[in-house]
């Protein structure tokens, strides 16, 4: 099931709204006018708490509304409309400035490349009688003829 959003020009005129759009093209031909995704909090009085939360569950089966708590306990409720005109846009900052080149990066080198290191004391040589765990000869396994 796909989300449906209402279209209203607040977030309790979205409880009531009778118009509903799934997509920005869909809201702005059903409204005649640029449409903007919004969303708001709402926080019912005592008084009208039942009758609010009664409204919303409508739009909590269509997905535009969600329940939550308050620090005191008292529900809030968000609301995700669509609402008349666009949003401001940010105001334009200037660019961050172009770092300098990065030095070449030798961190694989820290972890994959492992220098040669020289042991101090002589190897011992390998014992011949000794069963080596990765031997791939025929001497460390036993063979088909046992």
Known sequence: MTIIYPIASDARGALDAGRFARTREEACSAAGTDMTLVSEWLRPGPTERETVLAKAQSGLARGYVQFYEGPDGDPVIALTFWREGREASAPALDPPPVAPSVSEDHTDDLYF???AVKSRRP??????????LFDTSSRGRGSADD
Do not use: L
Not at 123 to 132: F, K, T
């Open 113 to 115: 490349a492992k220098p």
């Open 123 to 132: 190897r011992r040589p390998a014992d011949v009688n000794q069963m080596d």
